[in-house]
């Protein structure tokens, strides 16, 4: 599975993936404009079925967000952009990785932990829902390198 990063001038792509996978949208100029911050970047993989966006900063790195088009599921996409995030990071001097993940989102839990991730943190009533209702963040935190899941990585 190859990984690659992506370009400022696929936002649009980002964006119609991302809102596939939540409820809040993230338009283009908005993905665009994260992507052009200093420290941030983007994997996508090769058929643009998913992708991660990461900050770097001062030795440590976050995940800002991360989505793979329900088509393509369970095939080890998310996996392979978490764990080649992490590697790319490390090349700039990160060596922890955090994110923020809705404590009720179990698939995406059940993906972090795999990869080593433990919670450091509880936000309370983080996220908006619909109805007005709130969730709480789970804040998660790895080492990297990050453990590994027997996938074979590949950069482009
Ligand atoms: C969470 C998400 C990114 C996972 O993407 P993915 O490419 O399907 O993940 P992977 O195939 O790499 O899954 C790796 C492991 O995570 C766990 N996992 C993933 N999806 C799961 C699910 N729906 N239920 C239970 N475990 C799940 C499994 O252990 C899986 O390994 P297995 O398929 O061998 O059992 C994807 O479901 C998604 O985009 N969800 C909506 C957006 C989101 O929640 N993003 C994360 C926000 S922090």
Redesign the pocket.
């Known amino acids: 599975m190859i990984m690659r990063l992506a370009e400022i001038g696929e936002a649009p792509v980002l964006a119609a993936l991302h809102g596939q996978?939540?409820d809040e949208i993230w338009n283009a100029a908005a993905i665009a404009e994260l992507m052009a911050a200093p420290g941030t970047f983007a994997l996508v993989d090769e058929d643009q079925t998913?992708f991660i966006l990461v900050r770097t900063a001062g030795g440590e790195c976050e995940?800002l967000?991360?989505?793979?088009?329900p088509a393509?599921?369970?095939?080890?996409?998310?996996?392979?952009l978490v764990t080649a995030a992490a590697e790319r990071a490390a090349e700039a001097n990160a060596n922890v990785m955090f994110?923020?993940?809705?404590a009720t989102?179990?698939?995406?839990i059940?993906?972090?932990k795999?990869l080593g991730f433990g919670a450091v943190g509880l936000r309370k009533g983080y996220y908006a829902v619909p109805h007005g209702m709130r969730e709480d963040a789970l804040v998660l935190r790895a080492s990297i390198p990050l453990l590994r899941?027997g996938f074979s990585l590949q950069l482009g």
């Open positions: 996978c939540f998913g995940v967000t991360l989505c793979v088009a393509t599921r369970r095939r080890g996409v998310a996996t392979v994110l923020e993940v809705n989102n179990n698939p995406a059940v993906l972090y795999r899941v």
